[in-house]
């Protein structure tokens, strides 16, 4: 009887019960490194740039009015002020405040909660931007293995514009590539994007 009593406690314990994982995780003072590259071509000319860049930093949760209590992160940029995005943590959604000057905010249904391969959803409304959960797979970088990672698929519904992010647990982004083509003066622009973790930095509790 004793040996069941204690068995029943060890499952009980706050530390035996799994945790469910995060995949956009916000921890004040987080930031998130990541190695760039880019591909533009114009016409017949083409250019490439890599980098190493901090791409993000947590900076905790602030009121804002009108909105209410939203995480904020802080993008470095490499001249000037740094810019801002917004996110509000639900339950069964992630979603993001985009502000432009002299219009109202905007509320992007960034990520559906919890992720699940197969669903998809649009950012809002108007459906300009089509969001799918395409596969669960392992991402395999220098900066570690990343099991578990959802693999989103974001294709625009009004431009020749397509991404994919891979979301691991307890981490967030990983990894993402992107390509864009578009006309301007009749000759072909292209761009493709891509990027992969280098540094994920928590501040110690």
């Known amino acids: 009887m004793n040996r069941l009593v204690l068995v029943l406690v060890l499952f009980l314990l706050p530390g035996c019960v799994k945790k469910k994982p995060d995949y956009f995780p916000l921890t004040n003072g987080a930031r998130r490194s990541m190695r760039i590259y880019s591909r533009r071509i114009v016409g017949s000319?083409?250019?490439?740039?890599?980098?190493?860049?901090?791409?993000?930093?947590?900076?905790?949760?602030?009121?804002?009015?009108?909105i209410g209590l939203v995480w904020v992160i802080e993008v470095p940029r490499d001249s000037g002020r740094p810019s801002?995005?917004?996110?509000?943590?639900?339950?069964?959604?992630?979603?993001?405040?985009?502000?432009?000057?002299?219009?109202?905010?905007?509320?992007?249904?960034?990520?559906?909660?919890?992720?699940?391969?197969?669903d998809h959803w649009y950012d809002t409304e108007s459906e300009r931007e089509l969001f799918e959960v395409v596969a669960k797979e392992t991402v395999k970088l220098r900066a570690g293995t990343f099991p578990d990672c959802y693999k989103i698929s974001v294709v625009s519904t009004t431009s020749n514009q397509a991404t994919l992010e891979w979301f691991a647990p307890d981490v967030g982004p990983v990894k993402w590539k992107s390509r864009a083509v578009w006309f301007k003066d009749g000759v072909r622009h292209e761009l493709v994007r891509s990027a992969v973790l280098v540094r994920y930095q928590v501040p110690a509790e």
């Open 45 to 66: 000319d083409t250019s490439e740039t890599t980098r190493v860049r901090l791409v993000s930093v947590v900076q905790g949760k602030k009121q804002l009015p009108g």
């Open 84 to 118: 801002h995005v917004y996110f509000r943590k639900k339950k069964d959604e992630i979603v993001q405040i985009v502000f432009s000057k002299g219009r109202k905010p905007v509320k992007l249904h960034y990520l559906s909660l919890p992720l699940s391969q197969g």
